[in-house]
């Protein structure tokens, strides 16, 4: 079994930072890649960055050059440094792995996700 724990959500002022943490825990695992996810009221949940293991990350058009994603594979844990925050990037934030178990051998990958943290950005 394994699990996904965010933290690090909560109400910042417009132009403040937040760090967001997801610890991926269990045992007979392997991540591929780590991302995050973010949902507004009222709309789709969207990717915001991913990290591969080999450290290749990617960003939505959105957050480019706002957001950074990072990893300790040591630690099973993906970061978001999220800076320059407006209002509009209030909603919850999801943090997804790519994950195999190892039973005997090792399964396909599956998706995996976190509970969510809620993000508020007052103006």
């Known amino acids: 079994q394994v699990q996904l724990v965010e933290s690090g959500g909560g109400l910042v002022q417009a132009g403040g930072s937040l760090r967001l943490s997801c610890a991926a825990s269990?045992?007979?695992?392997?991540?591929?890649?780590m991302g995050w996810y973010r949902q507004a009221p009222g709309k789709q949940r969207e990717l915001l960055a991913s990290?591969?293991?080999?450290?290749?990350?990617n960003y939505a058009d959105s957050v480019t050059g706002q957001f950074t994603i990072s990893r300790d594979n040591a630690k099973n844990t993906v970061y978001l440094q999220m800076n320059s925050l407006k209002p509009e990037d209030t909603a919850i934030y999801y943090c997804h792995a790519l994950i195999k178990l190892y039973i005997g051998y090792w399964k396909s990958p599956a998706d995996y996700w976190g509970q969510g943290t809620q993000v508020t950005v007052s103006s």
């Open positions: 990290a591969t293991s080999d450290g290749d990350t």
């Open positions: 269990g045992s007979g695992f392997s991540i591929n890649a």
